[in-house]
């Protein structure tokens, strides 16, 4: 089945800078592809999504590249700030199946003021 | 936006007892799943049901049951819990590509 790699599991930045997140996976039919932010204590909270068309997506601060060649999907937060701080999973779901998602392992932001 | 709601929150069970955990939507999704959310594990796939009547085996299905009265909701179902099965759970809904999560049950079993 598919496989989702996520990286780093952890990573600690300052108010203002910018932080990566990447993820990639295994199945070359994938074709929705989702970063989800979980705060403590609580579920899991939609921040976007993309469709296996588009290479690019920007919103709120948050930009998405997907790079269908090296099955890589990324996250970026410019000028974080420390309400940005939460767990950030990637989540990917092949043709035909839906919404059954596979999901990353997380990773943890910190981002200090 | 869509409304799931998990019941209980927290739960401390002990070994070999059953364990129902509830989920409620009011979106009138299709699709409802549950996950457990385990540390170095991420969130990993139970059960799942496309509708009122259907369930459907995830990536873990072992030691739990699911069930799907109607389309509002969705019981995850341990009648034998382990230890092992202590976790974060997740249920949620979803039509076409999007998910909605609820905010979880935090299950101890001693």
């Known amino acids: 089945g598919e496989q989702v790699e996520q990286r780093p599991p952890h990573l600690s930045v300052r108010e203002g800078d910018s932080a990566f997140i990447i993820c990639t996976y295994t199945d070359s039919a994938t074709a929705y592809f989702y970063w989800y932010k979980q705060e403590p204590g609580a579920g899991l909270q939609l921040l ?11 919103e709120q601060g948050l930009t998405v ?3 269908k060649k090296d099955k890589r999907l990324s996250l970026n937060l410019t000028a974080a700030h420390p309400g940005d701080s939460a767990v950030y999973f990637c989540a990917v779901s ?3 199946t ?3 998602l596979s999901f990353g392992k997380g990773a943890k932001l910190t981002v200090s003021p | 936006e869509a409304a799931v709601t998990q019941s209980p929150r927290n739960k401390v069970a002990v070994t070999g007892g ?22 170095g594990h991420g969130l990993r796939l ?6 009122a009547g259907s369930t459907e085996k995830g990536d873990i299905p072992d030691g739990y ?28 809904s979803g039509d076409g590509s999007t998910l909605y999560f609820g905010a979880g049950t935090r299950l101890s079993v001693l």
């Open chain 1, 48 to 58: 976007m999504s993309v469709f296996s068309n588009v290479d690019r997506k920007e």
């Open chain 1, 65 to 67: 590249l997907l790079n």
């Open chain 1, 94 to 96: 092949p043709q035909g």
């Open chain 1, 98 to 100: 839906g919404s059954k």
């Open chain 2, 18 to 39: 059953k364990v129902t955990l509830s989920c409620n939507q009011t979106n009138n999704h299709n699709n409802m799943y549950w996950y457990r959310q385990d540390t």
């Open chain 2, 46 to 51: 139970i059960h799942y049901s496309y509708g």
């Open chain 2, 65 to 92: 049951k699911a069930s799907r009265p109607s389309q509002e909701n969705f019981s995850l179902i341990l009648e034998l819990a382990t230890p092992s099965q202590t976790s974060v759970y997740f249920c949620a």
